[in-house]
């Protein structure tokens, strides 16, 4: 595959342009202004989208090969965004629910729901790609190593906060006790990050811009953007519909007959 | 892989890895968007 | 009690909790006993009481000591951590990456006879990823080794590693 300046337009930036004619389009079919969106979180989902379809074309075709992992060392682009995303998106989870315990604003316990199930849909991404990565980098797709067993962890704890969630009928409570689960549920997200730290792991320390190459932090660098754009889309449309629950709960729907 | 590329401490191939890590990145984001599609909330929202 | 208060309470409760769980974790409560893997000095520490016990130990290929067999699958070779070396035996290619000089974590038990008897090579790389240097061939390094010539592999392994 070549390069990607050499390609007439990048994946990305074909996409992009189909879907602003598509929109330009539709708003003037419907006679509103032509780069009108329904929300603003789809500007971020546009941008995003298009941005990762670079990344991603870069990471398997124009990166160079590592010296060592040679090829496989494409798995990156996928792995550490994912990483990096994970982290902060809990990271805001437990700044919520603080927020949320201290203010009682509902806006903040919404906000816990929605970063909790993106975070969770982004750490089982990572997991995955972390297996794939380790089979034949390592030599094995598991083993009970710190990091591993200690973001698996992480990520069961979460997914138990979204359960206990489930389980809570009044309202009150069940935003407490979320919020409650949520800030214990961080404790793992710090001991996840700092596993290697702490303990003997086959996991290699934090990488950063000096034990990585230009060429290679470049590619990371869009892939994370591209992800980090796409997980403030999920975030916001996941935050509608809880919003949207609220509204229900608070005013529920007229009985059937009464409006009949 | 071949015994004989022992020692040699370079990755050879191992595409069907990466093929596997960027489909399931595919398949987590058009899933989790059809998830959030078929739950969003509808009439008058949007 | 009002709502909000109550509210207050419990953050405040669980973030004592959860602070004070990350503090006994990083202090290092639970992680003396619990390790993922010795060194060879602190495996060799043990003296006889370390033999037969299935633990994991990491250490550095130590340059041109591999010894790779494809008839029989048998690989054969020397871990270090610089003050103690053990030697190791192990069944089956190892991943890949493995190469003189870079880091393992062997699972397997240490013999009467001093050998380490592995049946699993986990390769333990670095956070470094660079492409190859110009003009730079890490075959060479496997073409050395399979002259069975150990110098020849130690001066490639090296040149590749100033490389870098």
Known sequence: MPPIESLPISPGAAVGLVALVAIVVANQRAGRTPWALPRWEHAFGLVGLCTILNGQYMGLFEAPRERMMGEVARILYVHVPSAWLTMVVFLFTFLFAVAFLFTGRKVFDQLVEATIEVGVVLAILLQCTGMLFAKPTWGMYWDWDPRLVSTAVMTLSFIGVLTLRSLVVDADQRATWTSVGAILASTSMAVTYYSVQWWRSVHQMQSSPDTVAKPIVLVLRINAFALLFLTVWFVARRWRIAAARAREDEAPPLPEEVLA | MTPETVGSGVIQGGWEYIYAAYALSWVMLIGYTASLWFRAPRGGEE | MNEH????????????????????????????????????????????????????????????????????????????????????????????????????????????????????????????????????????????????????????????QEGS
């Open chain 3, 5 to 160: 208060a109550k509210r207050r309470l419990f953050a405040l409760g669980a973030l004592a909790i959860g602070g004070a769980a990350l503090f006994w974790v990083s202090a290092g409560q639970m992680g003396e006993d619990l390790v993922y893997y010795w060194s060879p000095t602190e495996l060799l520490e043990h003296g006889a009481s370390a033999e037969g016990a299935t633990v994991r130990i990491m250490g550095m290929v130590e340059p041109g000591s591999t010894e790779w067999s494809p008839s029989d699958q048998r690989l054969a070779f020397r871990i270090t951590d610089g003050a103690q070396t053990i030697a190791v035996l192990g069944q089956g290619a190892p991943p890949q990456m493995f190469r003189d000089g870079i880091g393992v974590v062997v699972e397997g038990e240490l013999g009467s006879d001093g050998v380490f008897h592995s049946d699993t090579v986990i390769v333990k790389h670095n956070n470094e990823y660079k492409p190859p240097a110009e003009g730079e061939m890490p075959e060479e390094v496997y073409k050395a080794l399979m002259k069975d010539d150990p110098e020849a592999a130690q001066r490639a392994s090296l040149a590749a």
